[in-house]
């Protein structure tokens, strides 16, 4: 029996600064090394090492899911999968959006805006508790009691 396809949607490179250690192209070898044929990077607001690993996941044949960690102005944070050109293009004028009104290195965005610009786009809820799970509200005052994430089609 083959065990079931498994891949990291939550992955960091160090243009995450202080929070990824490994170069883009870093995390790729080392998803196709432990034999997983995908991988998401989702870096946090921004999708900054994605050309270096787009480059390399082609060479290795790694499927690359493209993402972001988003904050948002509520304190809270989302992470944002791409599923086309078009979740693509609304996830980069979303965090311009948040760079744009805030200072240098800050960037938020809200709820009201993540919706707008959901088309094409896979939400993660991400828990301020991160594993532990504390039952902190989520999106609109509705509690979280997933164990981390839990996933939404925004679009639908």
Request: proline content about 4%.
């Amino acid at each position: 029996m083959m065990d079931p396809p498994y891949a990291p949607l939550w992955c960091k490179s160090n243009y995450s600064f202080l929070e990824g250690a490994s170069h883009p192209e870093e995390l790729v070898e080392a998803c196709r090394r432990l034999g997983l044929s995908s991988l998401a990077l989702t870096d946090r607001n921004g999708v900054y090492g994605i050309v270096r690993a787009h480059v390399r996941a082609r060479e290795l044949d790694v499927h690359l899911v493209v993402g972001a960690q988003v904050s948002l102005r509520d304190g809270s944070e989302i992470l944002l999968l791409v599923q086309d050109r078009e979740g693509y293009a609304h996830l980069c004028r979303l965090l311009t959006a948040g760079h744009l009104r805030g200072a240098k290195g800050n960037c938020r965005v809200s709820w009201e805006e993540v919706c707008r610009h959901s088309p094409g786009l896979i939400a993660l809820w991400i828990s301020a508790a991160g594993l532990t799970g504390s039952g902190n509200a989520g999106p609109a005052g509705h509690a979280d009691a997933s164990a981390g994430a839990s996933g939404s089609n925004l679009s639908g």
